[in-house]
């Protein structure tokens, strides 16, 4: 039985929860929500397992995992055996990769630096911030987007954990204009609706669903 902890408004979370897993991949799990407006994240039992303080984790018996990639690749490791998510093939798996590293060292790392000091601490939005992150999408629609995921015709653990990035700048207004970015307008209308017939899918769907008519609402 593998444990999750999470919070579903976290994108690393979504990620998570989305699919490199548990319902997606018959993996038995359960599901505990941590408050991090309440900092249960800071309760001395998760600390102790978790001494980050992080969300997603998991605990699949006496192994405690987090960061959202490394858990995403993990499952599929462990759990994928038809491998739909996480590729086999030496150069396709260092192309999912590839793919994860960006997303965690310069695509996330562009959003957040632009999105989180004016979601969670209400400062002004920061222009060169702004550029730095568009100059990522504007990567990604030119040379990453070759077919309709980012890794050809089939989705990997890379294009949940990017979508799930993608999503954030939506919390602070930001529009992806389909003019602009015809491919990324796409390819997270394609990721909004990606969800089996599964449960936890559905419900994360849902979820990311109801994101992008609150975007929608707002413009
Ligand atoms: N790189 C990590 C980021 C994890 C992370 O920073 N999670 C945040 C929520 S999005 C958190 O749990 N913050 C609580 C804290 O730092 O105490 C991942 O991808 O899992």
Redesign the pocket.
């Known amino acids: 039985m593998v444990e999750i902890f999470s919070?579903v408004?976290?994108?690393?979370?979504r990620?998570?929860l989305l699919k490199g897993t548990a319902n997606a991949l018959n993996v038995e799990h359960s599901i505990k929500n941590?408050n991090?407006m309440k900092?249960e994240?800071?309760a001395e039992d998760f600390v102790a397992m978790n001494p980050?303080?992080?969300?997603?984790?998991i605990k699949d018996g006496d192994f405690v995992l987090?960061?959202?990639?490394?858990?995403l690749q993990y499952l599929c490791n462990k759990y994928d055996k038809e491998n739909k998510f996480y590729p086999v093939d030496a150069q396709a798996r260092a192309r999912v990769d590839y793919l994860l590293n960006f997303d965690?060292g310069t695509l996330?790392k562009a959003i957040g630096e632009y999105v989180y000091p004016i979601w969670l601490y209400k400062q002004a939005p920061d222009a060169e911030k702004l550029k730095a992150m568009e100059a990522k999408f504007e990567f990604i629609e030119q040379h990453l987007l070759k077919g309709a995921y980012l890794n050809g015709d089939s989705p990997t653990i890379a294009d949940i954990?990017i979508s799930c990035s993608l999503y954030v700048p939506t919390f602070v207004g930001f529009k992806f204009c389909p003019e602009k970015y015809p491919k990324i307008t796409a390819f997270r209308e394609k990721m909004a609706t990606f969800a089996n017939n599964e449960e936890l899918s559905a419900q994360i769907a849902e979820c990311m669903k109801a994101m992008m008519a609150a975007e929608e609402k707002s413009e």
């Open positions: 919070m408004v976290s994108a690393p979370c990620a998570v941590i991090l900092q994240q800071m980050a303080h992080v969300v997603p984790t987090w960061e959202s990639r490394a858990i965690l996330y954990s």
